[in-house]
């Protein structure tokens, strides 16, 4: 069965520095993977997939991630935090292409400090 | 293009009541999908359509919900009666295929039962 947690329920950076969110993941098959954002009150919104194409995938505003096979591990990074990045980011993990069912993590909450 | 809607965005309601929620997808997306956060927990599935028939409702927690997607465009899931664990946030998301295509949520409706 396929699984995802997220490490950190809640993380904050100060605005420059570096972001990591840490997410692993459980499959018994090649998984896809997503990262979602949701701000406030707004609906989740796609930051990056990965569909086993190249392990470094790159997103939307800055963010990237790095799928680990060894380590089962997709893990989102920023180089430097911005203000509007404070909100609530989701690991999301699907085991087969042609699935409807996704996997959500339990979420993990951005605070950016000025 | 419009977005996934959601309405309504928030509904307060007592035990033994019954609530809509209804969805609209963005439009020509076949695909359309509900899912559920209680309690701040892991974001659930609930089911998938495609157009207006049910490809998947494994995660329908029981028979009180009902989902119905008349046409293939809007959708409603209905709680009757509604119990106290099943306030939470309810989400609706639609894509144009099925699989690892991105999905597009909404803003979620929150339900309270009290």
């Known amino acids: 069965a396929q699984s995802v947690t997220q490490l950190d329920s809640h993380v904050s950076v100060s605005e420059g520095t570096p972001v990591l969110l840490r997410c692993n993941y459980s499959?018994?098959?090649?998984?896809?993977l997503f990262w979602y954002v949701q701000h406030p009150n707004k609906g989740l919104q796609l930051l990056l997939k990965?569909?086993?194409?190249?392990?470094l995938v790159k997103g939307i505003n800055g963010f990237e991630a790095e799928f680990k096979k060894s380590e089962t591990s997709f893990h989102l990074t920023k180089p430097s935090a911005h203000m509007s990045d404070a909100a609530e980011y989701f690991c999301?993990?699907?085991?087969?292409?042609?699935?409807?069912?996704?996997?959500f993590g339990s979420g993990t909450r951005l605070s950016i400090r000025p | 293009e419009a977005g996934v809607t959601q309405f309504p965005s928030h509904s307060v309601i007592e035990k033994g009541q019954t609530v809509t929620l209804r969805c609209d997808p963005i439009?020509?997306?076949?695909?359309l999908y509900w899912y559920r956060r209680v309690m701040g927990k892991e974001i659930k599935f609930l089911l998938h359509?495609?157009?207006?028939?049910?490809?998947?409702e494994s995660g329908m927690p029981n028979n009180r919900f009902l989902a119905e997607r008349t046409g293939g465009t809007y959708s409603t899931l209905k709680v009757q009666p509604a119990e106290l664990e099943d306030s939470g946030v309810y989400f609706c998301?639609?894509?144009?295929?099925?699989?690892?295509?991105?999905?597009?949520f909404g803003p979620g409706t929150r339900l309270t039962v009290t």
């Open positions: 499959s018994s098959y090649s998984p896809s």
């Open positions: 439009s020509g997306h076949d695909n």
């Open positions: 359509f495609v157009k207006e028939s049910k490809q998947d």
């Open positions: 998301a639609s894509s144009l295929r099925q699989g690892v295509y991105e999905q597009y």
């Open positions: 999301v993990v699907s085991e087969y292409s042609s699935a409807s069912k996704i996997i």
């Open positions: 990965y569909t086993s194409a190249a392990t």
